[in-house]
């Protein structure tokens, strides 16, 4: 039996290794001010995790909810991964964002990492 595991995206802005991109993490780890801010991943990953699973790489299920008051919502996106060809990756993934697109996006993107792929290499 597989253990699950839940990541959640945005709560941790201190890079652990030097120079890696983190979602809520503007800069390199360094923080000097000649450090250019690292390059956003494509906003692509939910669409690729769609592609692995058409293509019998991965099976997984998402699902997306709203809080708060309709002028000011806050969506809350859940990906799930259930089987992977390379058994990694296996858990739940969540992001969060003021649109449901923003969220998708950034759990899909953390379920990628977690398969070993690299968001920023995807075509």
Known sequence: MSSYRTVRAGRDTTPAIPNTYYPGSPTSSSGSSNDLPLPAP????????????????????ESANAFGPREREWWIATVTITW??????????QGEGLKKQAAREQASQLAIEALGLNPFLLK
Do not use: E, V
């Open 84 to 93: 992977s060809w390379n058994g990694l990756g296996i858990g739940t993934f």
């Open 42 to 61: 494509p906003a692509r990953c939910q669409m690729h995790l769609h592609n692995m699973m058409k293509q019998g790489y991965i099976q997984y299920f």
